[in-house]
Nanobody, 130 residues
Framework: QVQLVQSGGGLVQPGGSLRLSCSTSELPSDYSDYHAVGWFRQAPGFTREGISC????????YYADSVKGRFTISRDSAKDTVYLQMDNLKPADTAVYYCAAARGWCYAGAYALTETYDFWGQGTQVNVSS
């Protein structure tokens, strides 16, 4: 079963930074040239929120308003890894973070929908607290 492998996360104080990683090396070969990787988060009692997406082909990115200007998504094609750099973290950012992959590109609106994606990472906890 294809799974994206995540790393990073942990406990950080408000205003601090963390970087999450998502390995896409196990994606099927027909995803290799054109795929979108999205990041989602889910806090207790809330639905899963799509927060960012990057297209492998051209690096096009999207961000939710809740993270725009604080989070940066990037990719290292040589390492088959997508990163989410999270700066100026707030307690409201506390959640389990997931990466996900879909064939094709990121599209406005659709990138934030869970049903857009075919494969998911295992999730990683991010806690922002003093």
């Amino acid at each position: 079963q294809v799974q994206l492998v995540q790393s990073g996360g942990g406990l950080v104080q408000p205003g601090g930074s963390l970087r999450l990683s998502c390995s896409t090396s196990e994606l099927p070969s027909d995803y290799s040239d054109y795929h979108a990787v999205g990041w989602f988060r889910q806090a207790p009692g809330f639905t899963r929120e799509g927060i960012s997406c990057i297209s492998s082909s051209d690096g096009t990115t999207y961000y939710a308003d809740s993270v725009k200007g604080r989070f940066t998504i990037s990719r290292d094609s040589a390492k088959d890894t997508v990163y989410l750099q999270m700066d100026n973290l707030k307690p409201a950012d506390t959640a389990v973070y997931y990466c996900a992959a879909a064939r094709g590109w990121c599209y406005a609106g659709a990138y934030a929908l869970t049903e857009t994606y075919d494969f998911w990472g295992q999730g990683t906890q991010v806690n922002v607290s003093s």
